[in-house]
């Protein structure tokens, strides 16, 4: 079993900046992907961001150029540098691992509980 632990979310004025972070804690797994969604209210869960194992990225179109994912491969952390925070970005933030399993080798998705960001205008 894997936890997600997300901090960092809070409340902003436009314009401002965030980090988020997300730390995999368990026993026995490596991590692939991770990734940052987005859920507003009344709105499907969105992808913001991604990072493989490699380092190699995909954003949203409607963040490019404002945020920015990271990962320590050593912590098992995922990082969101959110930038020039609009109202629109206004959601909770969930964070995702795609985890392997060494002992069983079997593949499972993990989410956190999410955190809350709001921008305000």
């Known amino acids: 079993q894997v936890q997600l632990v997300e901090s960092g979310g809070g409340l902003v004025q436009a314009g401002g900046s965030l980090r988020l972070s997300c730390t995999a804690s368990?026993?026995?797994?490596?991590?692939?992907?991770m990734g940052w969604y987005r859920q507003a209210p009344g709105k499907q869960r969105e992808l913001v961001a991604r990072?493989?194992?490699?380092?190699?990225?995909t954003y949203a179109d409607s963040v490019k150029g404002r945020f920015t994912i990271s990962r320590d491969n050593s912590k098992n952390t995922a990082y969101l540098q959110m930038s020039g925070l609009k109202p629109a970005d206004t959601a909770v933030y969930y964070c995702?691992?795609?985890?392997?399993?060494?002992?069983?080798?079997?593949?499972?998705?993990?989410w956190g509980q999410g955190t809350q960001v709001t921008v305000s205008s």
């Open positions: 368990g026993r026995a797994f490596n991590i692939n992907t």
């Open positions: 995702s691992a795609d985890v392997v399993d060494v002992l069983t080798t079997k593949y499972r998705n993990y």
């Open positions: 990072i493989t194992t490699g380092g190699s990225t």
